[in-house]
């Protein structure tokens, strides 16, 4: 090891003495005194992984060293970038549950941690996004508010006195339990200035930083991140999801549509898609604002080829594939046959989200699904 340290400090010596000679000027001699003062405090702390230096070394040329070096620089980049977005977490239940702060640069989230994390080691896990709807305060709230906020995924997790219940994990579906479960929470929200605020919406950028801490973090496996969201939250789920096609995996927004934002199904048109709605949802209209959604992803309208009464007294789903096109309207909500699937519940007003979120055919599809543009 005193070999090599010595053959390091030569290197570096030497590469020294060839900067100060091609830098020219007065200062020469301080930017040298500077540089090899830096390269002692990098040496000393062991910023270079051993098995990096043995490399560089073995090669014995400044080239070598130069690009260890700059491995080791990006990567303390890409922790010092994280150190600024300034998360910590806090444990609520054991090393299952946490919150994390985010804020004022991030989202603040809850974090569920899957089952059996520490047992494999080996293994990667999913990563499943709730996104919630409009809670409607226009109040700063820089603290997370009593979990789980409304979106139905969680809802098993409250006793009747509206404390967490950690029992109520055994509970699970058994995909939520085994996959990493963020729900990020909107400091505040405030129509009038949404569009040009960091945290006032589900801004794409924000938690695709929420994405990249849990990645740095933990081991996700980034074939297999899904989004899941209610009202404005399903709005922002089809957003981020149209941002990020290359990122996630599959989406199921609830009770709402592509228009609250000004984009359309393209970006979407191969990625897997179920769309759940209340017919008689007095918030998020059928006919204005979902209908229109669906008929993007169909190609058609889909409305005239509903086979029960208007207005419905049964659910139905309809699925469209780019390979085999639009299929017949089914009778229930729990088949999805398509890349693009659509349940339309006969009833239930705006709240579709908690019978939906703990319907195990949606699981079972979500959880199926794969982003094939990333290989393993």
């Given amino acids: 090891?005193?070999?090599?340290?010595?053959?390091?400090?030569?290197?570096?010596?030497?590469?020294?003495?060839?900067?100060?000679?091609?830098?020219?000027?007065?200062?020469?001699?301080?930017?040298?005194?500077?540089?090899?003062?830096?390269?002692?405090?990098?040496?000393?702390?062991?910023?270079?992984?051993?098995?990096?230096?043995?490399?560089?070394?073995?090669?014995?040329?400044?080239?070598?060293?130069?690009?260890?070096?700059?491995?080791?620089?990006?990567?303390?980049?890409?922790?010092?970038?994280?150190?600024?977005?300034?998360?910590?977490?806090?444990?609520?239940?054991?090393?299952?549950?946490?919150?994390?702060?985010?804020?004022?640069?991030?989202?603040?989230?809850?974090?569920?941690?899957?089952?059996?994390?520490?047992?494999?080691?080996?293994?990667?896990?999913?990563?499943?996004?709730?996104?919630?709807?409009?809670?409607?305060?226009?109040?700063?709230?820089?603290?997370?508010?009593?979990?789980?906020?409304?979106?139905?995924?969680?809802?098993?997790?409250?006793?009747?006195?509206?404390?967490?219940?950690?029992?109520?994990?055994?509970?699970?579906?058994?995909?939520?339990?085994?996959?990493?479960?963020?729900?990020?929470?909107?400091?505040?929200?405030?129509?009038?200035?949404?569009?040009?605020?960091?945290?006032g919406w589900w801004n794409p950028g924000v938690l695709n930083d929420m994405v990249a801490y849990l990645q740095k973090t933990y081991r996700i496996d980034e074939r297999r991140i899904y989004v899941v969201g209610a009202s404005m939250g399903a709005a922002g789920t089809f957003y981020y999801a149209a941002t990020n096609p290359q990122k996630v995996a599959a989406i199921a927004p609830v009770c709402n549509g592509l228009y609250d934002y000004s984009n359309n199904a393209f970006a979407l048109r191969d990625m897997p898609v179920w769309l759940f709605h209340n017919y008689d949802d007095d918030t998020v209209l059928f006919p204005q604002h979902i209908l229109p959604t669906v008929n993007q992803f169909a190609g058609q309208d889909v409305w005239v080829l509903y086979p029960g009464v208007k207005p419905p007294v049964n659910d139905y789903t309809i699925s469209y594939s780019p390979s085999s096109g639009l299929g017949s309207w089914v009778l229930g909500s729990d088949h999805a046959a398509g890349v693009f699937n659509f349940t339309l519940y006969a009833a239930g007003g705006h709240d579709a989200w908690n019978k939906t979120f703990t319907k195990d055919a949606l699981w079972n599809w979500l959880f199926s699904q794969t982003n094939n543009q990333i290989k393993n």
């Avoid at 100060?20 to 007065?26: I, L, W």
């Avoid at 409009?134 to 906020?149: H, Q």
């Fill in 1 to 199: 090891m005193n070999k090599m340290r010595r053959s390091l400090w030569l290197i570096l010596f030497v590469a020294v003495a060839f900067l100060s000679a091609c830098g020219g000027g007065g200062g020469g001699g301080a930017s040298a005194r500077a540089t090899f003062s830096s390269a002692d405090s990098f040496i000393k702390s062991s910023s270079i992984q051993s098995s990096l230096v043995q490399s560089s070394l073995g090669q014995s040329s400044f080239a070598s060293l130069s690009s260890a070096l700059e491995v080791s620089s990006r990567s303390s980049s890409a922790q010092s970038s994280f150190a600024v977005l300034g998360y910590s977490k806090q444990a609520i239940f054991d090393d299952w549950f946490y919150e994390v702060t985010g804020y004022p640069d991030g989202f603040n989230f809850f974090l569920y941690v899957p089952i059996s994390y520490q047992q494999k080691k080996e293994m990667n896990y999913p990563l499943l996004i709730v996104l919630h709807g409009d809670n409607g305060y226009k109040d700063v709230r820089p603290k997370l508010t009593t979990y789980p906020l409304p979106s139905g995924v969680f809802n098993s997790f409250l006793l009747d006195s509206g404390e967490l219940d950690p029992t109520a994990r055994d509970r699970l579906n058994p995909h939520l339990k085994d996959a990493f479960v963020v729900h990020p929470e909107i400091p505040h929200i405030d129509r009038a200035v949404f569009r040009g605020e960091k945290l």
